[in-house]
């Protein structure tokens, strides 16, 4: 994963699942903002969900970019597929553009849990 973090860019740094539209992960959450044609969207969302079905306690929210331009914008999602990284409270403590590598992705999840 990427080593950009989102603090001090001026966006909003905690997502709930009020704005996700879907619940957190207990321990920690991985947002996959996603298009319809995005072939790395599809083995990222391959990677990510064997992530968190091999990690207790970690979610894994896809979302359409396309559908919630509002939340594009306003983390200032610039390409598909970025993932957030979420920790139990909805903190965003990392973010990455491109497609991860599974080892990738639970190392940025030791940030969150």
Known sequence: MGHAD???RGVTEVL???VLGA????R??????STAFCQ????????LAEVAAMVPGVGHVEI??????????EL?????????VLDRAGRVVRRATGQP???DAIAALGRAV
């Open 101 to 103: 590598r599974r080892a």
């Open 40 to 47: 790395p969207c599809r083995a990222t969302r391959r990677t």
């Open 16 to 18: 709930g699942s009020d």
């Open 64 to 73: 359409d970019a396309e559908e919630r331009l509002d939340l594009v914008r």
């Open 28 to 33: 920690a959450t991985l947002v996959q903002f």
């Open 6 to 8: 989102v603090r001090g």
């Open 76 to 84: 200032g999602i610039a390409r598909t597929p970025t993932v957030l």
């Open 23 to 26: 619940e957190l992960g207990e």
